[in-house]
């Protein structure tokens, strides 16, 4: 299978790898990182630090000028309109659960949140938890027997008392890249405030929020080859002043007594406490780099890869989850639990992902107790694969 990479070398940690007999097929969990990523991190604690947005000297104005630029830069990167907001979190979970809080004012009894059958916890739990202490509908999305949203059926679920809709881009399971936009314009109409978890899309196709029409866009650095522990959460312009300040503490304040408070609007209202300044520095270059590279190739790269994933795992009769269209496959080898499955390819020195994918609602309708997952980034090649069916091969002729 000759698939080779060239963004390979620019990922020490693959190169690592690469040295200790180690496949990395779990980039959907979290991606490895490049050297421009690295040496942006060096670069800013080698040449001393400071806090942002708050201090009169030399070094915190540095500082500040650096994450702010940092935010001018992701902002491009996500094709954000100018008059848009981005919020610095600690990833797509909290970015989520921020959402949950600071709307929560605006739902009533009786109001419906919509989610689909195939979210991630971090995008089903925050909702599911809101909706349970303030008497709210938790409506589940239907897929069809692809696994895809069907999204006829979605529309047709919106009433009046919709308010939030919340969906993944591409699940991290059934690796459909889902196309939203009639969805996410039916909700406009009815006036629902709308969600994209692009936890996992982000990673294969840059973001256009100037086309992807929804009111928030939420993702996470590490899985975009960046830090770990920062993400970030886009409000448009039009929904920002719907959100109610949801953490408290330092540097979100205009005014504040003993007894009351006035805050900061978006984002720095929203950001309280000492933000991730390296990280999101280190992030922004490490988007500035990507962007740097012949994304087309990228793409077709990720696709070869993707088709013959898809094709070995078929041939070998394994049973695939869904139709997935991007990146990863979920499947299950006929008779053979996935654990011990993922534990001998494991021991091969192969890191695949078996387990219920915190989706553990979505696995139980499939009838499923877990799964493994073969996930794809740009530095896998043909022999990443060869790998991995190799050690398949050798494990399924223990296990069956
Ligand atoms: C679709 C999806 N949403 C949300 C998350 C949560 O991301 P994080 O753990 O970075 O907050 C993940 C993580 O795997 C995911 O795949």
Redesign the pocket.
């Known amino acids: 299978m000759f698939l080779p990479s060239p963004w390979r070398q620019f990922f020490p940690g693959i190169l690592a790898f690469a040295e200790q007999q180690q496949v990395w097929l779990d980039s959907?969990?979290?991606a490895q990182k490049p050297q421009s990523m690295l040496d942006a991190l060096a670069q800013h604690y080698q040449q001393g630090v400071a806090n942002v947005h708050r201090a009169q000297h030399q070094p915190g104005e540095r500082a500040t000028r650096a994450f702010e630029n940092a935010r001018s830069s992701i902002a491009k990167w996500l094709q954000a309109d100018a008059q848009d907001t981005l919020i610095f979190t600690?990833?797509?979970?909290?970015?989520?659960n921020l959402l949950s809080q600071a709307l929560a004012h605006h739902l009533q009894a009786g109001d419906e949140i919509l989610i689909s059958a195939y979210?991630?916890?971090?995008?089903l739990l925050p909702w599911q938890q809101l909706a349970l202490a303030r008497g709210l509908i938790l409506k589940v999305l239907p897929m069809d027997t692809d696994g895809h949203l069907d999204i006829d059926q979605a529309i047709a679920q919106l009433s009046t008392r919709s308010r939030i809709v919340a969906i993944?881009a591409?699940?991290?399971v059934v690796g459909h890249k889902q196309s939203l936009s009639a969805l996410l314009s039916a909700a406009r109409k009815i006036g629902a405030w709308t969600v994209i978890?692009g936890?996992?899309?982000a990673v294969h196709e840059r973001p256009n929020l100037q086309q992807l029409d929804c009111d928030f866009f939420?993702?996470?650095a590490?899985?975009v080859y960046g830090p770990d522990g920062v993400?970030l959460l886009f409000a448009r312009e039009r929904a920002v002043p719907a959100l109610r300040h949801w953490q408290f503490g330092g540097e979100m304040v205009r005014h504040c007594d003993y007894q009351h408070a006035e805050f900061l609007p978006a984002p720095l209202g929203f950001e309280p406490g000492t933000p991730s300044t390296a990280n999101i520095i280190a992030f922004a270059a490490t988007l500035e780099w990507l962007q740097s590279l012949d994304s087309q190739a990228i793409a077709t790269h990720e696709a070869a890869l993707h088709a013959a994933l898809l094709q070995g795992l078929q041939a070998r009769g394994m049973q695939i989850i869904g139709s997935p269209n991007c990146a990863l496959v979920s499947f299950n080898a006929p008779q053979v639990h996935h654990a011990d499955l993922a534990l001998l390819l494991g021991e091969q020195g192969i890191a695949v992902r078996a387990g219920h994918?915190?989706a553990m609602p979505l696995l139980h309708s499939l009838g499923l107790a877990g799964a493994l997952r073969v996930s794809l980034a740009m530095y896998n090649n043909g022999d990443d694969l060869q790998r991995f069916f190799a050690a398949l091969d050798q494990a399924l002729e223990i296990l069956q």
């Open positions: 959907a969990a979290t600690k990833g797509t979970t909290e970015g989520i979210e991630h916890h971090a995008n993944s591409l699940s991290n978890d936890a996992q899309a939420v993702c996470s590490h899985k993400g994918h915190c």
